[in-house]
């Protein structure tokens, strides 16, 4: 397939649907359906009075800070679960029930404790990401085949080193599809940390907005935040692919 | 090496007892089920047995011993995807010397197999004989005093095979190390080893225990040739058939 | 009587962190060691739990959540199975559509509740749209993954028994998508539940979650609390039925693998 069709199919669905909404959003004329010729100058003007830039930066910045800390927290319990196999079963019941505590429902509590601060949205943000982390390096960990860790026996290989350099390796592309999947649910969490009561970052911006009824950028914020979104899972895929140059990823899947 | 074992409550292995002098290429033969990986299993400290004991050198073996090696038959398994051909060699060599002389003793295990060249690949761009050959150099590079083999060559094609073989006979001619070798193929045993043992289908005894007399080098059209090879597995063949009907007999008697 | 004594291990061993972690905080409460504005005891959250026995403001917003959850499950359901199937079928479709639905997914839900907000208002209908938002895509991905991973061999058999279109998609694709499918309703099934709360607490929809805003705002505790122990159980108890109709469905089914990673 000659490579501008080939590019064609794929835009053509987004482009026909701007389209779309340009001419429907015109022909309704509500104003909580702006057409993209006024979402576009909206966005705009939140890009060039450095609105959109800080608030993303620290958006971003919590995001990162609350991926790192559910990244170390979830790996080392993942680890000690996924080798000692009665600490798994200890860990059931609490891991199973914890993790569907919806966290946007922690909010309130963790308000009442750390305020409207960033530390709330970190902290929610953390407990909401190291569920994948935890699961998927468990069993990542208490998959690792067998072969190899006789293979480690027969060596005469030592506790530490086995980990070191059977195990985790071995289990490095169940952690990285926790990682993606913990980075994605940071996103989601801080945002909506700050939609729901701390008062700063994109989240906030994107509900004052709708408050002060400037439906032109509450419709910039979503796209915006979107494309955020897809850019942190194609960053995620793509440095996945980097640390692990043996093989191919696995396909994006919740 | 005195071995005796019989194996609780499966019992695979009944009566077997025998000795392996320093040097000797020992190959042992039996059909699928007599229990010849759980043999191997035991000799290498994998296995501890329920009755009976291993030695290696005036010591007894209850854990995989510093001068030993086994080399498994499901090599895709047994070599770590994420390490090249030279680190998965080093393996063993890790953290107990030092980088120049592991790397000396990698560089010679590999010569030896063929595989120079391929330092850099990963066992997952090469075909399954190289792959075994991997394995075999990571045995070599550890440099055993025994070399166990479990089925080393039934998961490749004939032709490999016979290849393999003789990359084999030219390694152990140059190191002369003990190898015990397990085999469902009579005619590889014969071509080996210095000595046949031929055991019997569960509960499992040794059937035959026969010297090999073929003149070594081997030759894999010549040796095959010589009216001796059909002679010894000739003899071979009806000493497994009688113990059959003899079996048979003695199971239709009750 | 070894039997026996290694249930009771067993038993043991799946209830002991979560007792002793309940005691220790009951104690600590009792010392006053913790605040109990952040950490109420144990015994009062179990206390404000008993409201669920009778009619209240807790029962109704259990029930809302509920039913939010199943039914917009139910539907999420429904449509990725349906646009599951076209897009794995289809390889047109599915780079036609692809972009579009890679931007889509990884679109916080939450951000869409503005915006529903304006088109529904901040009930029930809303919540149900961001239920549906949220939850359609791991059944929309195990579908897509389930249908292109049919047998081909098994395609190929059927083709030449000559099955209609329809047939084949009833009768050899989707029964083969059966485990990937069942992963994925079980997902999505979590994810309901997570969008419903965030619908309740942003919007005003009734819900446990407006249970838990009221409750903040008067610093109850106890009742903070209590709610976040009915999701949890919620949560776990769909999820172990969930897991649990898979086990029996995949007994029958041959084993061809379903998306695995763990959310």
Known sequence: MPAVSRHALPAAIPLGLTAAWEVIARALGYDSFPPPDRVLPAFWELLSTGALWTNTAHTLAIVLAAWVVSGVTGITVGLAIGLVRPAWRMSQTSIEFLRFIPPVALIPVVIIIYGFSNTTELVVAAYAAVWPVILNTGSGVAQVDRRLLEVGRLLRLGPLDVVRKLVLPSALPAIAVGLRLSLAISLIVVVTTEMVGVPDGLGFQLVSSSQALHQDRVYAYVVWIGNLGLLLAVLALWAERLVMPWRRPVRAEL | ?254 | MKLARRIGVRAVEYLAVPAAIVTLWQLASMAQLINPVFFPAPLEVWGSLRQLAGPGPMRDGLRITVESMLVGWVVAGAMGVVAGTLIGRSGLIARATGPALEFLRATPPSIVVPVLILFLGTGQRMELAVIVFAAVWPVLLNTVHGVRTTDSVLLEAAASLRLSRRAMISKIVLPSAVPSILVGLRISLAISLIAAVVAEILGSSGGLGTFIVFARSRFQSPDIYASLVVLGVIGYLSNGLLRLAERQVLRRASAIGALGAEL
Not at chain 2, 150 to 158: K, M, Q, R
Not at chain 2, 199 to 206: D, E, H, K
Request: net charge neutral; glycine share 8%.
């Open chain 2, 1 to 254: 090496m005195t071995y005796a074992t019989a194996n609780g409550r499966r019992e695979v292995l009944r009566e077997l007892s025998f000795e392996v002098g320093e040097g000797e290429f020992v190959c042992v033969a039996g059909p699928s089920g007599c229990g010849k990986t759980t043999l191997l299993r035991c000799l290498s400290g994998l296995l501890r047995p329920s009755g009976g004991e291993v030695w290696c050198r005036d010591r007894r073996v209850t854990e995989p011993p510093p001068d030993m090696a086994l080399v498994f038959q499901d090599y895709s398994r047994a070599l770590a995807p994420w390490r090249t051909v030279a680190k998965n060699v080093q393996l063993g060599l890790e953290g107990r010397l030092r980088r120049g002389e592991r790397s000396a003793r990698t560089e010679r295990a590999l010569a030896m197999v063929g595989l120079t060249g391929h330092e850099r690949d990963y066992p997952s761009h090469l075909s399954g004989g190289m792959q075994q050959r991997v394995q075999i150099a990571r045995a070599i590079a550890y440099e055993p005093a025994v070399l166990l083999m479990d089925e080393p060559f039934a998961s490749l094609d004939a032709l490999t095979r016979f290849k393999l073989e003789d990359t084999l006979l030219d390694v152990w001619a140059k190191l002369r190390q003990t190898i015990v070798l397990v085999t469902h193929d009579l005619d590889e045993a014969i071509y080996l080893g210095d000595r046949v043992i031929v055991l019997s289908a569960p509960p499992t005894r040794i059937v035959a225990d026969v010297a090999i007399d073929l003149p070594r080098p081997r030759d894999q059209l010549v040796t095959k040739a010589d009216p001796r090879f059909t002679l010894l597995r000739q003899q071979l063949f009806e000493r497994i058939l009688e113990v059959e009907r003899a079996r048979e007999a003695d199971d239709a008697s009750g």
